[in-house]
């Protein structure tokens, strides 16, 4: 039997590059094949580095570009005296970088609004072209301030037979296209208790054959996000911070929640969200609908078929090496759900619990989920386990870092059943597996071993 191999070289050449000051960030990609190009975009960009006086990773240092990929937790911003159930290691590596200097500014985040420039209301820490916009003072009150930022990227795709050959391309298999993301906020503080963020954004999709996917490849103009927190201050406890509006979700390591960084348009949801902190427990409560990201200008709007809402909960252990652990309860509706079986409504519940650390040199992370709920006239049963872990060779050439991988979520065991054996990811990462996420995170055993090396410091 004969069947048609798709290739993805997805992102062919990205660059995006963030305008949001304090330094810029540039994310390369490159066809599988073209090794040669790899090389020498590599080779080029330590040249370039040097040129310009950065200074080339030193090998004890070769953990810190995972620190957010891997270990990370959105559930809080590290700001003033917030202290994040980070690993020891990415704890350390945070502390200092929230504690800029003039040569030395902060990184950017995945979540914008987790970004906090009032340091530079001393003027000896301003240090780039655009501080001047990242703390514009109100009135010189302490604590008002307005903080502008914004992004670009700018992404090309190549597929051959895509969706394995049933998918939209030319006499030869072939689809290619633009893909610009731009990105614009601004956030306002009111002093202690009150804030405004607000985030525009445009994404553009140019020459794909079959036009733009839904949801994931255009959207003209509208309101990424726009929430208001409210801040209770307490004598003897952390504060606690009612968020409401649109807003980004991004948990654990986004197996069910996240972003959706890689396509051109990321998630956002209509939510009311409590966040607060009790003794080592760092805890969100949330209910919200996804924003549906239409083509046209001001037209997206909550999802009317789906809800989500939970409690996901994050602190430090110590019966593992440098142990965290994650709790959480999900709960989920789709008035519209479909599967393989046919189309329902469904409303699940997700039980799930992430244990990770960086005791380096290793790196772990596992993550156990239980779903189950109604599908229609049936049973929802299903399950799923990751598991991550990394070790770290930093002083060896090049800092290799070896990894495998091993994924298993359950599939339905009869069609012709009512009752429901399918997992359900939920809101995921658009790159489970790999930049071009030819397929889904559902009913499959996914066994990924990887080796990672760096030739230059990038941020």
């Not at 992102?11 to 073209?34: C, D, K, Q, Y």
């Not at 990227?153 to 689809?175: I, K, L, T, W």
Request: net charge neutral.
């Amino acid at each position: 039997m004969l069947c048609k191999i798709e290739q993805a070289y997805c992102a062919a050449t990205v660059l995006a590059i963030n305008l949001s000051g304090s330094g810029h960030e540039i994310m390369m990609m490159f066809p599988r094949r073209s090794w040669s190009v790899i090389f020498a975009c590599a080779a080029l960009f330590m040249a370039a580095s040097q040129a310009q006086g950065l200074p080339l990773v030193q090998p004890e240092k070769a953990v810190a570009p995972e620190i957010r990929s891997f270990a990370g937790n959105h559930l809080h911003a590290m700001t003033g005296d917030v202290d994040l159930p980070l690993s020891k290691n990415a704890q350390s590596i945070a502390t200092q970088k929230s504690m800029p200097t003039p040569h030395a500014p902060p990184p950017f985040k995945s979540l914008r609004y987790d970004e906090d420039y009032r340091y530079l209301h001393e003027p000896q820490r301003q240090s780039d072209f655009w501080d001047s916009i990242k703390y514009i003072p109100i009135k010189d009150r302490e604590n008002w301030f307005l903080s502008i930022g914004g992004e670009m990227r700018q992404r090309y795709e190549f597929y051959h037979n895509p969706n394995f050959g049933a998918g939209p391309s030319d006499s030869r298999g072939n689809n290619d296209y633009l893909l610009q993301r731009y990105f614009l906020h601004a956030d306002l503080h009111l002093g202690q208790h009150l804030r405004f963020f607000g985030q525009f954004m445009s994404s553009l999709e140019d020459g794909r054959i079959g036009g733009p996917r839904p949801e994931v490849d255009r959207n003209v103009f509208d309101v990424h996000q726009g929430f208001m927190d409210l801040v209770i201050l307490f004598k003897d406890m952390m504060p606690l911070t009612l968020r409401l509006g649109r807003q980004e979700f991004e948990y654990g390591s986004g197996r069910l929640i996240s972003v959706r960084e890689v396509p051109n348009t990321r998630r956002s949801f209509d939510a009311a969200r409590l966040l607060f902190r009790v003794n080592k427990w760092a805890i969100d409560g949330f209910w919200g609908k996804p924003v549906r990201n239409r083509f046209s200008v001001f037209d997206d709007d909550p999802d009317p078929n789906k809800s989500l809402w939970g409690v996901y909960a994050v602190r430090s252990h110590s019966f593992l090496p440098d142990g965290h652990a994650d709790l959480y309860y999900l709960g989920f509706e789709n008035k519209q759900g479909v599967f393989a079986q046919g189309t329902a409504h469904e409303v699940r519940h997700t039980l799930g619990t992430r244990l990770w650390g960086q005791p380096l040199p290793w790196e772990y992370n596992v993550e156990l989920i239980w779903q189950f709920g109604r599908f229609g006239a049936g049973n929802i049963e299903a399950w799923a386990v990751a598991t991550n872990l990394h070790y770290n060779l930093s002083n060896l050439p090049l800092r290799p870092r070896l990894g495998l991988t091993v994924d298993i979520t359950s599939g339905d065991r009869n069609p012709a059943s009512a009752n429901l054996q399918t997992y359900n990811p939920l809101f995921p990462t658009g790159a489970y597996f790999n930049l071009a996420d030819l397929l889904g995170p559902s009913n499959f055993i996914h066994v990924h071993p990887s080796v990672d090396i760096y030739f230059a410091r990038v941020c």
